[in-house]
């Protein structure tokens, strides 16, 4: 029975996801408002075919963990250490200052001090889930607006902490003075620390001896399995003390973000990261109190303006104080104009500790709620309007930064044949991205100094993580041919930029590639096989340039055979004989016609007006010479 | 309208603005067909059949390099040693340049002075260039003068290095829409000498 429900929900979410996030994106609305309408939709005020949302939200929440997860494996230490000034500074204002102001007006609503604050302090946090997920849809992320934002995000995530902390003290109002802090306030700081230490030297040294050991087994379920238990893990530990999950998870990731596994794991994480989040986006939209909106729309709608009008005003302030230009303010302060999914908590803490009456949370539940789903139309409306206008004015806008993995070039398969070709273009001084599914043999060339990371190429997931999407060239090197076609195929359908350099295993597998469209096909033993014939020839006294011109020669035509076979690959007589004819002529351009043409040339050139010396010297061809019988050379005759 | 092949060859073309600057001058030119030899060649392993159909194609025929050694770069060597086959070029049935022009366009490290007998280059350009003008006369093409360059490590002078780049157009227009004389271009020692022609 219980399985039925669950499969019913899951029907009703999944239907509403699939049939109402490509229509928003279609509409240019994003994902995010999509989702939203969806549980709108679904929700008790109009078709009501899903129960309580309030479980579903919780399981929900954990996206937004892993949202932080992938958030942090994008993010090297170094990179990190560089947003510290915004992070305190932009963040740290922002929280403060926000906090400040909505008391302010909480007083002048005729509220106690105590509550004042908690409203203050609940409503000055933002949505991580929905500004991170619709500024990257929109790809603002990495402008200076989406960075200032990340930062401010950051910080308000840190700052939940001392407020799970400060409400209930509040609610105490001073009657009961600090009993539990000090109590165990040395200890539990220990505690924390030694779990953040953990996450940190644990994600440093024992994950990458495990999940080697993982890939190993070559069974990609496993390595996802895993890769979800370690979220899992961090978020209970962090838990277990007091801390934000997704603030732990988020430190794993950046630890994780300079390890071999990083586009494996986000490759992993990523899908169940978007169905939650969307899961998540649903259960707000759910969540929506028509009643109540019906009920007081004047109240409701007042306090929404207020909110917004507040939060913006602030970030607006604070864009300016940093020198934002004045297009980024507008993204920055639209941005975070709304309540957060930690206000969802923090209000519930607050109810429980009879800070604030049942009435006041289920407006400032319902106020944050519709915040949350303003928050993409106001950046829709940012971006039509508001954008629209700065984009005139400065021609030059700026370019987004680039992150250091916009390699130009991308080589998937690192073993004997891509290694030759990266330490070509490395030696060149060109950044390469190079992706191997051996755990092992990664290994060995990390100790080398190669970057290389793991993981199966023919995946498009995987191929986005490593940047095809903003290479050049992609070099396929493994040695696999069912896989190599595969990599190929994706790298056609979904990155038509993409120049394709590929490792022909042999002949019928160049010929498959050639069929599919790929032109710069190279075939590994080729190369290697018509430099030792050349040798060969030399041995047997062919002189050095002569044989070099054979294995030219040669290779042109060979090359010339292959693309013709191309098109007789299921018809074996007719392949076989168009090879037979190409090694006739071949034969004929290599022994006879070449060879006397050149030695013509030689003999002929000084006697051409008179035509009637014999040529002072003959070109040596012991081994040829008694195969030419029937050809006679006309500089000998 | 006569066709022009320009037969290029610069081993380090990325470092050389005066022949870059006077193939960009040629840029959209009807006519006018430029061929990267060491771009096409790396290992300097010609075509010849390729290259013998350009040749056929086209009416007057240009190298244009650089002076290395008081002579070509060495894949115009090759390419000579290539194409230029007997039964094609020259003997009793090579008559397939019959009737074609030739033109070297030479840019020179040394200066205008040091190609006098007090330089220390000793000759004149035109002097180093006459096993191409030989070549040309075994081949039936008429040896046009060629176009000079000098100096073209020191000219730090975009402007002047841009005159330069549109007179040689200019000249390779005149050639190709047969302005010139034929007297004029029998008199003439270098190219630039018909400047005042057009």
């Not at chain 1, 939709?41 to 129960?51: A, M, Q, R």
């Not at chain 1, 401010?152 to 409400?167: E, G, H, K, R």
């Not at chain 1, 003959?618 to 081994?623: E, G, K, L, T």
Request: with cysteine.
């Amino acid at each position: 029975m219980m399985t039925d429900g669950l499969l019913f929900d899951a029907f009703i979410f999944l239907t509403a996801a699939v049939v109402s996030v490509p229509i928003a994106r279609r509409l240019g609305l994003g994902s995010v408002l999509g989702y939203l309408i969806a549980g709108i939709i679904i929700g008790p005020y109009l078709l009501n075919v899903v129960g309580k949302t309030d479980d579903v939200m919780h399981v929900a929440e954990f996206g937004v963990v892993l949202m932080l997860f992938l958030i942090g494996l994008e993010l090297k230490p170094a990179l990190l250490w560089q947003l510290k000034g915004p992070v305190l500074g932009l963040g740290g204002s922002q929280v403060l200052l926000t906090t400040v102001a909505i008391t302010i007006v909480s007083l002048l609503f005729e509220l106690r001090w105590q509550q004042a604050i908690t409203t203050g302090m609940i409503l000055a946090l933002s949505s991580t889930a929905i500004v991170l997920q619709s500024l990257t849809e929109r790809r603002q992320l990495k402008t200076e607006s989406g960075q200032a934002s990340f930062a401010v995000l950051l910080f308000q995530d840190i700052a939940v902490i001392p407020m799970l902390a400060i409400i209930p003290l509040l609610a105490a109002r001073g009657s009961v003075p600090d009993t539990a802090p000090t109590l165990g306030g040395w200890q539990d700081g220990l505690l924390i620390a030694a779990v953040i230490c953990g996450i940190i030297f644990g994600g440093h040294y024992l994950m990458r001896p495990v999940f080697r050991f993982i890939a190993q087994s070559g069974m990609r379920e496993i390595f996802v399995a895993a890769a979800l238990l370690l979220v899992i893990l961090i978020a209970l530990a962090m838990q277990s003390v007091g801390l934000s999950p997704a603030l732990g998870t988020f430190l794993a990731g950046v630890v994780l973000a300079e390890s071999e596994y990083r586009h494996e794991l986000e490759a992993n994480i990523e899908p169940f990261k978007g169905l939650l989040l969307g899961l998540f986006f649903i259960s707000v939209g759910a969540g929506i109190n028509f009643t109540l909106l019906a009920h007081e729309p004047g109240v409701v709608l007042g306090l929404l303006a207020l909110l917004i009008l507040i939060k913006c005003l602030v970030l607006q302030g604070l864009g300016g104080v940093s020198r934002m230009n004045p297009a980024h303010r507008w993204t920055f302060a639209l941005a975070l104009a709304q309540g957060s999914e930690f206000a969802f908590v923090l209000l519930t803490l607050a109810y429980q500790s009879q800070l604030l009456s049942a009435h006041l949370i289920s407006l400032l539940t319902l106020v944050v709620a519709l915040s949350m789903a303003l928050t993409p139309v106001l950046l829709i409306l940012n971006q039509r309007f508001v954008q629209r206008r700065y984009e005139e004015q400065d021609e030059e806008r700026e370019a987004d930064k680039i992150d250091e993995h916009d390699n130009p070039v991308l080589i998937v398969g690192f073993g004997r044949f891509g290694q030759v070709v990266g330490r070509l273009l490395h030696a060149h001084g060109i950044g390469t991205t190079v992706l191997d599914n051996d755990a092992g043999h990664i290994d060995v060339l990390r100790k080398f100094g190669y970057k290389v990371f793991y993981g199966d190429a023919d995946r498009l997931d995987l191929l986005y993580a490593a940047g095809a999407h903003k290479a050049k060239l992609l070099v396929v090197a493994v040695g696999n041919p069912a896989k190599s076609l595969a990599v190929c195929e994706l790298a056609q359908k979904h990155f038509p930029q993409l120049k394709l350099l590929v490792r022909a295993i042999d002949r019928p597998h160049a010929h498959q590639l050639l069929q599919q469209g790929v032109d710069m096909v190279y075939r590994e033993t080729v190369g290697s096989a018509v430099d030792l014939g050349v040798n060969a020839l030399k041995e047997l006294g062919v002189r050095a340039n002569q044989a070099w011109r054979a294995g030219q020669t040669f290779k042109q035509h060979d090359e010339k055979l292959l693309r013709e076979q191309t098109a007789f690959i299921d018809d074996e007589s007719m392949y076989i004989t168009k090879s037979v004819q190409y090694r006739h002529i071949l034969a004929e351009m290599l022994q006879a016609n070449q060879e006397d043409r050149r030695s013509e040339i030689m003999s002929a050139w000084e006697n051409t007006p008179t035509q009637e010396e014999e040529p002072e010297t003959q070109i040596q061809r012991p081994f040829f010479a008694s195969k030419n019988h029937d050809t006679p050379n006309r500089g000998e005759k | 309208m006569k066709k022009i092949l320009i037969l290029f060859a610069h081993p380090s073309y990325h470092r050389s603005h005066a022949n870059k600057a006077l193939l960009q001058a040629l840029r959209k030119m009807e006519g006018v067909t430029i061929h990267d030899l060491y771009q096409c060649y790396p290992n300097m392993f010609i075509d010849v059949a390729r290259e013998q159909q350009l040749l056929l194609d086209h009416d007057i025929i240009i190298f244009q390099h650089p002076l290395y050694w008081y002579s070509s770069p060495a894949i115009i060597k090759e390419w000579m040693d290539q194409v230029l086959e007997y039964g094609f070029a020259f003997g009793p049935d090579g008559h397939a340049l019959k009737g074609k022009a030739l033109l070297s366009v030479i840019t020179t490290g040394g200066s205008q002075e040091s190609y006098t007998s007090q330089g220390h280059n000793r000759r004149a350009v035109i002097e180093y260039l006459l096993p191409f003008k030989q070549t040309a006369w075994l081949c039936g093409m008429r040896y046009l003068p060629p176009f000079v360059l000098y100096s073209y490590h020191t000219i730090q002078d975009v402007a002047l290095l841009r005159e330069t780049a549109r007179e040689y157009r200019q000249l390779l227009e005149g050639l190709r829409d047969e302005r010139f004389p034929a007297d004029e271009l029998h008199r003439a020692t270098y190219l630039t000498d018909l400047l005042e022609a057009l």
